[in-house]
């Protein structure tokens, strides 16, 4: 094919993406309330793609396209009403030349799918027949079909392991790879079109692997920028101070202006949710109505990405887990039909996204119910957390609610997984629930990653940035003795701050060091996370600038603490701190423990340090491992597991992981069976991993302890009490190198 023709199949590409999105919730809007207009609209978008699919020789594509577009023609002409097994066949060809088009995509060709079953269908509705496909007279449908179709991600997630809840975040948010060759990844930079939702004629199409060069240009520029700013103020000359003056002022309208061309509506996203709610509440057996508003609020493209599948679940989650049935709501004094609603908008320098639902809301006594059950927490953990904490449990790795495993829910991912991908764009979630009365989630994203505003503050004499967007105050602590300002709790520093305790820690401690005596004064850094205040303590605050943020190395991606590097004006680099990795790194996130820097833990764990350990079982005993020495959480099947000179070993991420089977090792039978999938702790040293096999795992906890019991045993450092519990503390590095003496050697050499 020429290359000329080759952009011509390209822009159809493009064009078919665009007229199904909108296809998808026009039809769902025509089936509410039909529209001579937006039914011709439809008429001439199925129209369209048929016609130029036959230009192309693609024979499948214009079959079903035809008996499309005949059905929608009687529906034009006001020869047939719209209803939902119309609407249901419709959607379902909607879905079919979507799948035809990806092949196309990727392949040149339309696919092996068959498609007979569907022409079948819409000429039956077309002549007036009842259908014979998946549909009864109720007009329900498939849930596979229905669900699936609509791009969600909720099947997907709940089918994965452990290691797909933490894929998902393994992603370069802050250098998005180019995607020029993707012919759909392209961004409409008019006006016009973010305005209204169509391409307008002044209007042209931008490659987003462009964009993303260009934001990454302007970076370097505003790191030049700010060099420049920086050499100005130690020489004073007019002149010069003129001409940088003038260059400040350009690259910042530069920089706004590329930041705006990324800008997208997350309309753009929404524009599924009509479908999707639905397909789920006929799925269900629920009403459901979708409420919108802000959709035209504008934020990154990469960002809106990076939330599409979030958002996708929090909305599955409000038909399928929030609303009542409709004999349920009528019992209940509501109307039958229930809503959810979206809200969209700027506050504070983020975007604030509201997914909203007028259903049962969330229980909080079944939370702890089930958490027992499941052994993410210990009755006495239930019973001491509060509503909110105990709400927030949701969010943990394996939690569900449900009776049994659907099509729709019940395998216990997904939660987890949303707040992992949400807080990877430095983001945060929050639940508020009133049980019987409805939930709201409210999501917090920044504007963008690429260029952010940032506080600087210096530690040890190294310089590190705070994003401003974290930030609420500042306080100086002066005076003969500020020490004495700061309080213990428990053993836990606080700071009386306008009459409250405000949980302190120094950002000497965060790195393993002692802090400093200050004699001279405190500065205190106000942050928050998991809508959470702490005061974070540092050597000295420098001033604010805006950053061009730098994703980290492997070797530093694993530390919590830090989200990303810049270069600072005077040409050094200046890592970027992480608070939310802060915040749970002091156990401040309620899904850490659930309190406050150890100001709520009690004289249980006033001794030792304050440590997160990932909790697992190994045949009828307990152990720990600190949870800084794992690199990832996995799952494979027994399929997967292959032998070699070396030992078991999976192929894992291009390389060839070593399995260790723990049980082997410490001599202790294993309760797995044979043929389940293996659960592998992943531990990465010197860039070589190795996977180490338990049986169960089954909590993150954080917690002060001490080693009460110290151990001879190889691969053992002792026992200690976790969870009002005596576990054992495995020594992960110690044992594998007896058990693999050959790869350390090998290392070492």
Request: charged share 25%.
């Amino acid at each position: 094919m020429s290359d000329e023709m080759d952009d011509v199949l390209n822009e159809f590409i493009v064009e078919s993406y665009e007229s199904l999105d909108d296809l998808d919730r026009e039809l769902v809007t025509l089936e509410q309330n039909a529209n001579p207009d937006s039914l011709a609209g439809v008429f001439r978008a199925v129209h369209t793609i048929k016609g130029t699919s036959g230009f192309f020789g693609f024979n499948k594509l214009e079959a079903v396209t035809h008996v499309g577009e005949n059905l929608l023609s009687k529906l034009r002409d006001g020869e047939t009403e719209v209803d939902r097994p119309i609407t249901t066949a419709l959607l379902s060809m909607v879905d079919a030349v979507r799948d035809m088009i990806d092949s196309i995509q990727s392949d040149g060709v339309e696919g092996t799918g068959n498609y007979d079953a569907l022409i079948s269908e819409l000429e039956q509705l077309e002549s007036g027949e009842a259908p014979t496909a998946d549909t009864d007279a109720s007009g329900s449908i498939d849930v596979d079909t229905a669900v699936d179709a609509t791009g969600d991600i909720s099947d997907v997630v709940a089918e994965a392991d452990i290691a797909e809840s933490t894929e998902t975040t393994d992603v370069e948010i802050l250098e998005p790879e180019s995607l020029a060759a993707d012919a759909a990844e392209t961004v409409d930079t008019s006006p016009t079109a973010a305005a209204t939702g169509h391409v307008a004629s002044e209007s042209i199409r931008v490659d987003v692997g462009l964009l993303d060069d260009l934001m990454n240009l302007v970076g370097e520029l505003v790191l030049a920028r700010n060099q420049i700013i920086q050499y100005t103020g130690t020489n004073p000359d007019a002149t010069f101070s003129a001409t940088t003056q003038r260059l400040n002022l350009i690259t910042t309208e530069l920089q706004e202006g590329v930041m705006r061309t990324r800008m997208q509506p997350i309309e753009n996203v929404w524009n599924k949710f009509p479908r999707i709610v639905r397909d789920l509440s006929i799925a269900c057996g629920k009403q459901a109505d979708l409420a919108m508003e802000g959709k035209h609020t504008e934020l990154d493209k990469t960002l809106l990405e990076a939330i599409k599948d979030p958002l996708t679940h929090l909305v599955r989650n409000s038909v399928d887990h929030g609303l009542e049935t409709p004999e349920a709501r009528l019992a209940k004094g509501k109307p039958a039909g229930g809503t959810v609603a979206l809200r969209a908008f700027h506050e504070g320098g983020q975007v604030i996204i509201e997914i909203s639902d007028d259903g049962a809301g969330i229980d909080p006594a079944l939370i702890r119910r089930k958490a027992v059950e499941k052994g993410l927490l210990t009755k006495e953990e239930a019973a001491g957390r509060n509503d909110r904490e105990i709400i927030n449990v949701i969010f943990q790795p394996g939690f569900s609610t449900a009776a049994e495993v659907t099509n729709i829910s019940g395998r216990g991912v997904g939660m987890d997984v949303v707040r992992t991908n949400i807080e990877s764009i430095g983001g945060s979630v929050d639940i508020a629930s009133t049980h019987g009365l409805g939930t709201t989630v409210r999501v917090k994203i920044p504007l963008t990653l690429a260029i952010i505003p940032a506080l600087v503050v210096a530690c040890d004499e190294e310089r590190f940035a705070i994003p401003q967007v974290s930030l609420l105050e500042l306080v100086r602590i002066d005076g003969h003795d500020p020490q004495s300002s700061i309080e213990y709790v428990h053993g836990a520093p606080v700071y009386r701050l306008r009459g409250r305790l405000l949980p302190v820690v120094h950002l000497h401690e965060v790195f393993g060091k002692a802090p400093p005596e200050h004699s001279d004064g405190i500065n205190i850094v106000v942050l928050e996370a998991d809508n959470r205040e702490f005061g974070l303590v540092v050597d000295e605050i420098s001033d604010t600038a805006e950053i061009v943020v730098k994703p980290l190395g492997r070797v530093l991606k694993q530390v919590s603490a830090f989200a990303g590097a810049t270069i600072m004006g005077d040409g050094r680099v200046a890592l970027i701190l992480d608070v939310m990795g802060i915040a749970e790194h002091i156990g401040m996130t309620s899904t850490g423990a659930g309190k406050q820097h150890g100001v709520e833990d009690g004289e249980a764990n006033a001794a030792g340090d304050l440590r997160r350990l990932l909790m697992f079982r190994l045949g009828d005993r307990r152990l720990a491992l600190l949870l800084e020495m794992v690199a990832r959480l996995e799952e494979f099947s027994t399929e997967q597991i292959e032998v070699t000179s070396n030992g078991r070993v999976v192929q894992y991420r291009d390389e060839i992981l070593n399995l260790v089977f723990l049980s082997e090792e410490l001599g202790i039978p294993s309760t797995r069976p044979e043929d389940a999938p293996v659960q592998v702790v992943v531990y990465t040293d010197g860039g070589r991993s190795v996977g180490v096999v338990v049986d169960d795992i089954f909590d993150i906890v954080e917690q002060r302890f001490d080693i009460q019991h110290g151990s001879s045993a190889a691969g053992m450092l002792g026992s200690a009490v976790i969870q009002d519990r005596v576990t054992d503390i495995l020594d992960i590095e110690g044992l594998l190198r007896l058990a693999l003496p050959a790869l350390f050697a090998e290392e070492a050499a």
